[in-house]
């Protein structure tokens, strides 16, 4: 795609521009956008856009009136700007999965009345008409299957190309629960698009079905996230060990950017401080969950696991990295398996989704696990399980940043997600800085783990990923101890493999090319899923 000249490019996120996911995402992206010297207008919900260090100028509407306000000095000639918008939406944010946000309700859009959902949209339709007008982008992307699709649509009308990113969260926690809703915003929305972006495979496959529209498989292409090669790099141990210690000080002395207790993006600085402080990076093996602390991330797979990697690795410790409702869940199963409880254990097991709010379903595959328990093994596995409490540590939630601090100290990553996924972005991040990322196998982190495994050594390879099922539980296990038990040519070989990996097929500005050429239509440019 080679270097592309200055555009003006419109991005409609709607949502935040940290923490995980998609908000990471359009943070990076319009980062990398700006660093390849195009102007980006942004649209999104966050309140402290002006914290982001590529932004330039922050705008909000005041009783129907744009206001800009610059908060960077005019920048030097080859670098792009970006400004970001806040419309005013109103008291109400519809979103995939029930959280909270600082300063307005968020609710699923499933529990949104259409009255509601026409007025979000009306509001954001009002927003980006007038950016059109009067920044005139030339280029656009919508994020999401709902709604940033649709507003562009009817805003754009047809006077600005657009592609499509689809991230997974609005297809399968919206659109697929609900098509008779959703499925007319999704096609409206699509039907202009040049170009539908996918993170894997799997989401494509899943797209495609959601949408019955043959016509949309010529139109689909490969657009995974992308990874700062820069930012998240492998360290010498004894650097990555300073990195943790200066990050638990920076969080003691009261961290960056602390947000009002009400947001659920919100982190108690000094609770994550005394966590760290639990660590020894120097001598403890550590192996780091991160993501949404929400049942469908398996995070409860990895806690049942531990005393198993315990038996064989007895100075591995779990950093547990987010937030969510069943984090008290999960504490929970921690304390009860440290006790001896099984049957407490069991208990929440059976509970499943009910803890975060959901229905009763159960969690089949932690509940196989403790079922499969033999008399011996329970014995083994509840005096193993005795460390958790100190050999498991919870964070809350950490800042995209800090995780670069963090991850090059351990020595693996688990993604036990029990649900599909787009793409593996945490666990690409965890192998640019040499970190094993062992993955559930399936949608978008099975195909992360296909490229990884292409450049690792044998057996390291076929540590990267588990089956789920009953097994799940162990089969985690088995792959977390091996690499951690295994010697130290191995572990080089591995390491270099997954960063030459990392840096060959992931980076922000591959990212951003592959956006701009996608709003054009440039689909000979992008391959296909």
Partial sequence: MGTLPPVRVL???????????????????????????????????DRHADQQPFVDAVADWEEGTLRVRRVRPQHASGRGSATVYRPDIGALLPVYVADRYEGIEARSFLRCSDEEL????????????????????????????????????????????????????????????APERFLPYAREGLAPARCVLVGSRHTAASLWEALGDAGLIARTRLGPPGVDVARFAPQPPARAAD?????????????????????????EAGAAA??????????????????????????????AAWPLVLE?????????????????????????????????????????RALEGGDRRPLAYLLAFLDSLGVAERERYLAAARALAQQVVFTGRLEHEELAQLLPACRALAVPSTFPESFGMVAVEAAACGVLPVSAAH????????????????????????PLGDGAVV???ERLAAWLTSGPELRERTRAGLVSATRRHWSWEGVARGVIAA???????????
């Fill in 443 to 466: 949608s978008g982190l099975a195909e992360v783990s296909e490229v990884l495994a292409a450049a690792l050594p044998e057996p390291a390879a076929g540590w990267l990923s588990f």
């Fill in 312 to 352: 064989r690795v007895p100075r591995a410790t779990l950093v547990v990295v987010g937030f969510g409702g069943f984090r008290d869940g999960l504490e929970w199963l921690c304390a009860a398996l440290a006790a001896g409880d099984l049957a407490g254990a069991s208990e929440l097991a059976r509970a499943g």
């Fill in 243 to 267: 990195g943790v210690r200066a990050l638990q000080a920076a969080l003691e002395s009261g961290g960056a950017a602390e947000r009002p207790a009400e947001s659920a993006f919100a982190r």
């Fill in 274 to 303: 005394r966590a760290l402080a639990r660590v020894d990076p120097g001598a403890d093996q550590l192996v780091a969950f991160v993501g949404k602390l929400i049942v469908s991330k398996g995070a409860d797979l990895l806690l």
């Fill in 475 to 477: 089969a985690l296990a």
């Fill in 519 to 529: 709003a054009r239509g440039e689909l000979q440019a992008l391959r296909s899923p």
């Fill in 118 to 177: 026409e007025r979000y949209l009306e509001a954001n339709i009002a927003a980006v008409r007038e950016l059109r007008d009067l920044v005139r982008p030339q280029l656009a992307l919508a994020n999401h299957l709902v709604m940033g699709p649709v507003i562009l649509a009817r805003a754009l009308a047809g006077r600005v190309p657009y592609a499509v990113k689809i991230h997974g969260s609005a297809l399968e926690y919206t659109v697929k629960p």
């Fill in 11 to 45: 991005v409609f996120h709607g949502y935040l521009l940290e923490g995980t996911g998609s908000n990471v995402y359009n943070a990076r992206l319009a980062e990398a956008l700006v660093r390849l010297g195009h102007e980006v207008h942004l649209l999104s919900q």
